[in-house]
């Protein structure tokens, strides 16, 4: 991409009541625009940092055999009557809308009850489980207060999984391979090293659910932990009996401030058997299909990894996630011209600063834009033949020939 065409510039200034580091950096270096609190529009940059991010976790959902869908954000109150969720006083995150002929419609702001009710039309016998399907998709949840940028909002795109089994080995089993998908994508994700899974309430066949939660001081929960981090738990499962049951004591574990990034749950009968979700057995016996649900906050997972990744200079992408690899900058009318030859063919990977601006400005948004290496060819570097590559994140700088300079991908 040439910077001299984007429509979006970078600003010395972020929306004033944004408090967060990472997420005055998502502003002011034009990865998001703020509507209002807890909504946002994700601009070019932005966008291709969220597209990487669901790449990742596409690919390792894949991996296990679950398959993409796309369900409809519009939601028939008759299924979350079924469930008792669609009731104020129950649920009171919805944003509702009415039908211009009549009726209401709700926004969701998760979709077990589409989505145990559309199984109900291909899931009839155990033969057709297991079933694991997924999307990314726009949830809608009218929150209280909107915090910390685009890590909590009122519209974020969720990765929300959700399986089907006919018996609770079968579910445990899946249960297990998504744990360890999920340790793959935070790892992928850059943030493996921070990010643990947690002791958290609400379980079916065990008393626990499970979250993953980053470290981060910007993060909303409090996690608690021993010394090695093998006893990971949430505040609001810390009491005697749990500590007994996880064999640690009070005073052996630490607290920090986390973000939840994903959290995975085993439902049991708890939507299928309301919504009608059953199939017959081998036995022919009919029985409620057995769920789980497994989510991951994919526009948090992005602020909470520009909280982590940042200096006092801007932000700080892992390469897996950068919008693009190289920041290329030529100064004077040659540097000018081997870095044009150089981006062609490398426009997916190079932005180029061609904008007619000084080169400091163009370090400084190179350093707040957080793209991995920047790139610089001057008269000064093409004297010896070289190109000036600075690493991002140590700020170290070589000078490597410019012949055998290749761009890659990886
Ligand atoms: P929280 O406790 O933070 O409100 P939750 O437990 O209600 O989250 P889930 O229903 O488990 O959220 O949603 C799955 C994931 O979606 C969460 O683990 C989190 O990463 C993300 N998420 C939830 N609410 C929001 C929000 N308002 N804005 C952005 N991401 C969110
Ligand atoms: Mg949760």
């Not at 155990?126 to 009218?142: E, H, I, S």
């Not at 990010?195 to 626990?208: C, D, I, L, N, P």
């Not at 499970?210 to 499962?237: C, M, P, R, W």
């Not at 948090?300 to 700080?316: C, N, T, W, Y």
Request: glycine share 8%.
């Amino acid at each position: 991409m040439r910077l001299s065409t984007t429509f979006v510039k970078t600003s010395r200034t972020a929306p004033k009541d944004e408090t967060a580091r990472g997420a005055q950096y998502l502003s002011r270096a034009g990865y998001v625009y703020k509507e209002l609190a807890g909504i946002y529009d994700y601009l070019p940059l932005g966008l291709r940092v969220l597209d990487n991010i669901k790449g990742i976790i596409r690919e390792e959902l894949n991996k296990i055999g679950c398959q993409e869908v796309l369900l409809t954000t519009l939601q028939n109150p008759e299924l979350w009557q079924k469930t008792d969720r669609w009731d104020p006083s129950k649920v009171d995150i919805w944003f509702k809308t009415e039908l211009a002929a009549g009726g209401e419609l709700g926004l969701a702001p998760t979709h077990e009850e589409p989505i145990t009710n559309l199984m109900r039309s291909f899931i009839t016998s155990y033969k057709d489980l297991p079933v694991a399907a997924y999307q990314f998709q726009t949830k809608f949840r009218n929150e209280l207060r909107a915090k910390s940028g685009i890590m909590r909002t009122r519209e974020f795109l969720m990765k929300d999984l959700y399986s089907f089994a006919a018996t609770e080995s079968d579910h445990n089993r899946f249960y297990h391979q998504v744990e360890q998908t999920y340790k793959a994508i935070y790892n992928r994700l850059g943030v493996g090293a921070d990010t643990f899974q947690t002791f958290a309430s609400g379980g079916v066949f065990s008393k626990y659910s499970h979250e993953f939660q980053t470290l981060t001081d910007v993060g909303e929960d409090t996690i608690y932990f021993n010394a090695d981090k093998s006893v990971v738990l949430n505040e609001e499962v810390l009491n005697d009996e749990v500590l007994q049951d996880l064999g640690v004591k009070r005073e052996e574990l630490q607290s920090a401030r986390a973000a939840e990034v994903g959290n995975i749950f085993t439902l049991g009968s708890k939507y299928s058997n309301p919504l009608g979700l059953l199939f017959t057995d081998q036995d022919g016996q009919r029985k409620d299909v057995i769920m789980g649900c497994y989510g991951i906050g994919v526009s948090r997972v992005m602020g909470v990894i520009a909280e982590k990744f940042s200096d006092d200079k801007g932000l700080v992408w892992p390469e897996n996630i950068a919008p693009y690899k190289y920041y290329l900058i030529g100064i004077g009318e040659r540097g000018t011209e081997v870095a044009e030859k150089l981006y062609r063919g490398n426009e997916d990977i190079v932005l180029l600063d061609d904008r007619d601006a000084r080169p400091g400005e163009k370090f400084a948004d190179s350093d707040l834009l957080g793209i991995p290496y920047r790139l610089v060819i001057s008269d000064k570097t093409l004297a010896d033949d070289t190109i000036e590559v600075t690493n991002r994140r140590d700020g170290q700088t070589t000078l490597q020939k410019i012949n055998d300079f290749v761009l890659s991908k990886a």
